[in-house]
């Protein structure tokens, strides 16, 4: 069946850096695009970004344009987001999944992430 499972979060100061890991299994996950989401307490779940397959492209929403950087290892069946610049706003629990309307409604745990001093 198809799994996710993501890690790499954590405690971290405003300012600071966390790269965040989603292991895929359960589906041909060189074949389709990726996505990360995040979800704030009492907020619905958002897409914050998205890589093609190979050879990909990037999408982002504007809030972490220029902070975070999504990446794919298919080889690994990974998907990597690497958040730089930290702000409080982007303290959630991020999941990754295929992209909307396409997603598995199997989402993994995720993994929470929390910005503050």
């Known amino acids: 069946q198809v799994q996710f499972v993501e890690s790499g979060g954590g405690l971290v100061q405003p300012g600071g850096s966390l790269t965040l890991s989603c292991i895929v299994s359960?589906?041909?996950?060189?074949?389709?695009?990726m996505c990360w989401y995040r979800q704030a307490p009492g907020q619905e779940r958002k897409l914050v970004a998205h890589i093609t397959q190979a050879p990909s492209t990037t999408y982002y929403t504007d809030s972490v344009k220029g902070r975070f950087t999504i990446s794919r290892d298919d080889a690994k069946n990974t998907l990597y987001l690497q958040m730089n610049s930290l702000k409080p706003e982007d303290s959630s629990v991020y999941y990754c999944?295929?992209?909307?309307?396409?997603?598995?409604?199997?989402w993994g745990q995720g993994t929470q992430v929390t910005v503050s001093s």
């Open positions: 359960g589906f041909n996950f060189t074949k389709y695009p």
């Open positions: 999944n295929r992209l909307p309307g396409w997603t598995f409604p199997s």
